[in-house]
């Protein structure tokens, strides 16, 4: 069982750590068990951890520990620091994994309670499809669900009017496109994102269990770590010299159909890139990299984040293609920019 002090207020770079290293144990030995057995009985109605005892290895078990001493960690932190949202989001996740989904429920909707008592527009509404196939049965989530649409309602961005450039239409009249407003778009890294971008990789055999495992904990690890660096899956490959990211790299271009470039063909207009901030570029892991008419070329670091997508479509007011690039291209790409802005 593992066992840990937290202290509110204090500590805090350490407490941070300590979640991070919970989190990635948890990915780890949730998706271990999964992947242990190829004949194994899991799917989404059914638990591994209910399985019967006598079937199971003592590697399995070993791994079930590390499980439920990482749930056991969380349900600690929130005793401490019952709005821990870092906690509950990890909570309602593994219980959900694990197939007891009367308590990832439980979770989720304390979560969403947390999300609007601390009015985060931005996580109210993605949590909002979460929360909303329970409402049909379950009043305390249909109260719930109420509250965070009267949330995202009351500060729903407002929309201003843009006039594209470029010639006018064959009627002569310009085309009037509405943007939403960039105030809200997250600028942060997504821990959640990145393990999906993994996950992938695992489930289509491109990563074996133990490189998986190892990525999980670097991105834990950077995560972490205050330091201005982008967090990726494929920064994580490549700093790890990873000799097969060639060949992941073309399978998640094919997958997501995001054709592979060299920023280092390309000759940088500063100006390309000004409607996104350097926060934003380097959290998210994005960069415009060229300009064809009213078309932006953009690179990402994670081609299945739509939601990526869509914000970078967002911030500068463009249809967007996108393309992937080595993680060594588009932080020199990034490095000069900054030199140029002066940043």
């Not at 947390?114 to 305390?140: F, M, T």
């Amino acid at each position: 069982m593992l066992e840990l002090e937290l202290t509110q207020g204090k500590n805090k770079n350490q407490n941070i750590q300590i979640k991070h290293s919970l989190t990635g144990l948890l990915c780890n030995a949730i998706n271990s068990i999964e992947t242990s057995e190829a004949n194994t009985y899991f799917h989404a109605t059914q638990s591994p951890l209910l399985m019967k005892k006598q079937e199971d290895s003592p590697q399995k078990q070993d791994l079930e520990a590390e499980v439920w001493g990482a749930i056991s960690a969380f349900e600690q932190i929130l005793e401490a620091l019952p709005t821990d949202r870092a906690s509950l989001e990890a909570l309602w996740n593994a219980y959900e994994q694990i197939g007891d989904f009367a308590k990832a429920r439980a979770y989720l909707f304390r979560l969403g309670n947390v999300i609007v008592e601390e009015e985060d527009i931005e996580v109210a509404r993605l949590l909002l499809e979460k929360v909303r196939p329970h409402a049909a049965d379950d009043e305390s989530a249909r109260e719930l669900l109420g509250r965070m649409e009267r949330l995202v309602e009351r500060q729903k961005p407002p929309t201003v009017s843009s006039v594209t450039d470029g010639a006018a239409s064959d009627a002569g009249s310009r085309q009037h496109v509405k943007t939403p407003t960039t105030e809200h778009v997250r600028t942060t890294f997504s821990m959640a994102d990145e393990l999906a971008f993994a996950w992938n990789l695992l489930e289509a055999n491109q990563l074996t269990q133990e490189e998986y495992a190892s990525v999980v904990q670097d991105l834990t690890e950077m995560s972490a770590v205050e330091s201005a660096t982008t967090v990726s899956v494929l920064h994580v490959l490549e700093n790890r010299a990873f000799k097969n990211i060639e060949k992941i790299m073309a399978y998640v271009s094919k997958e997501c159909g995001t054709p592979i470039i060299s920023l280092a063909s390309f000759d940088f207009k500063p100006d390309e890139a000004t409607p996104m901030s350097m926060d934003f570029m380097m959290g998210r892991g994005a960069f415009v990299f060229e300009t064809i008419g009213k078309d932006a070329l953009v690179v990402v670091m994670n081609p299945y984040d739509k939601q990526l997508k869509k914000d970078v479509e967002t911030l500068t007011g463009r249809k967007c293609h996108f393309f992937m690039s080595l993680p060594s291209e588009f932080d020199k790409a990034l490095a000069n920019l900054k030199a140029t802005r002066g940043a």
